[in-house]
């Protein structure tokens, strides 16, 4: 079973940056979409930012323009950048494997998340 591990979250001032990691065990990284995905207290689980196999990526409206998503196949590696950061960003922060681009059927089973708080 392909295990998920996220890292880099932590407390950040409003307008801040942070560089989230994501790392995936087993084969095969490289021929999935890779997908971040946040879910913030009392809120469902959503969408942040996606990236396809053939790295074509996929924002959510309110990450665009601040966040960046990319991969590293050697290292089975998926990050997100986000800059600008504001308070509406808190929450803890995914991610997943999917087929295609369908970034709406996660694949795999979730990890334990990384929390990110900003401070306003």
């Known amino acids: 079973q392909v295990q998920l591990v996220e890292s880099g979250g932590g407390l950040v001032q409003s307008g801040g940056s942070l560089r989230l990691s994501c790392a995936a065990s087993?084969?095969?990284?490289?021929?999935?979409?890779m997908a971040w995905y946040r879910r913030a207290p009392g809120k469902q689980r959503e969408l942040v930012a996606g990236?396809?196999?053939?790295?074509?990526?996929n924002y959510a409206d309110s990450v665009e323009g601040r966040f960046t998503i990319s991969r590293d196949n050697a290292k089975n590696t998926v990050f997100l950048q986000m800059n600008s950061l504001k308070a509406e960003d808190t929450a803890v922060y995914y991610c997943?494997?999917?087929?295609?681009?369908?970034?709406?059927?996660?694949?795999?089973?979730w990890g334990q998340g990384t929390q990110v708080t900003v401070s306003s």
């Open positions: 997943n494997r999917v087929r295609n681009s369908d970034y709406d059927r996660p694949i795999l089973n």
């Open positions: 087993g084969s095969f990284f490289s021929i999935y979409g």
């Open positions: 990236i396809s196999s053939n790295y074509r990526t």
